[in-house]
């Protein structure tokens, strides 16, 4: 009995941040969808953000994977500052200090791996998670490029937009034709959502067998 007790402790794979991971992906999804099919006059500030925000995830994609592969003291002292450059950056382009907040919450998540003991298979899964990231972003943004004429406006038509106040602080795609970005964004993080979804799957079975 102690000798099975002992195997259902141990199983590497189940992470309870997949749960995390899958909450908060799930969220941002439903964020843009929902400013992209019913926005309000109110939103008008936040569909800018949005923008923005994927546009800024164009930087940070990769993050993951030096975060998990370097030692602590690397990612504090080089990777953390000079990330940060690039959300004060684009942080002066809203009205707020949202993207700042939101870069160090991101930061501090994704680093979370550096602050443990890391074995060789948690940064492997952490490499495999940034590639599969960087894929999961940078194909839907190409096509969304291509034919941004043919993503559909829903509630973001130049009218609402109008009559709502968008004010545009710096040009581009994204701003310029909200549609684009909040369908990316929306893509984004229903396919990140997706892998930990199959990794928790996985690993909850695997645990399972061993009860």
């Not at 799930?26 to 309000?40: D, E, Q, R, S």
């Not at 995830?57 to 990769?62: D, L, Q, R, S, Y």
């Not at 590639?131 to 043919?150: D, G, L, N, Q, T």
Request: aromatic share 18%.
């Amino acid at each position: 009995m102690k000798q099975h007790n002992n195997k259902v402790g141990k199983n590497p794979g189940f992470d309870i941040f997949q749960l995390v991971d899958v909450g908060l992906y799930l969220w941002m999804a439903y964020c843009f969808l929902k400013l992209w099919v019913m926005p309000t006059a109110e939103d008008v500030d936040r569909i800018y953000f949005m923008s923005i925000l994927i546009a800024f995830e164009f930087i940070m994609v990769h993050s993951g994977v030096f975060m998990a592969a370097m030692p602590l003291k690397w990612s504090l002292l080089l990777f953390f500052p000079v990330y940060g450059l690039f959300a004060f950056a684009f942080n002066l382009f809203v009205s707020d200090n949202s993207i700042l907040y939101l870069y160090l919450g991101v930061v501090l998540f994704r680093m979370r791996f550096a602050f443990f003991n890391k074995s060789k298979q948690a940064t492997d899964q952490a490499i495999g998670f940034s590639a599969y990231a960087v894929m999961v972003y940078f194909i839907p943004m190409i096509i969304v490029a291509i034919f941004s004429e043919k993503v559909p406006e829903f509630g973001v038509s130049p009218e609402f937009l109008e009559q709502a106040g968008y004010k545009i602080k710096i040009g581009g795609i994204f701003t310029e034709m909200p549609q684009t970005a909040l369908c990316l964004g929306a893509c984004y993080y229903i396919l990140l959502a997706l892998l930990p979804i199959l990794m928790f799957v996985n690993s909850f079975k695997a645990w399972m067998k061993k009860i």
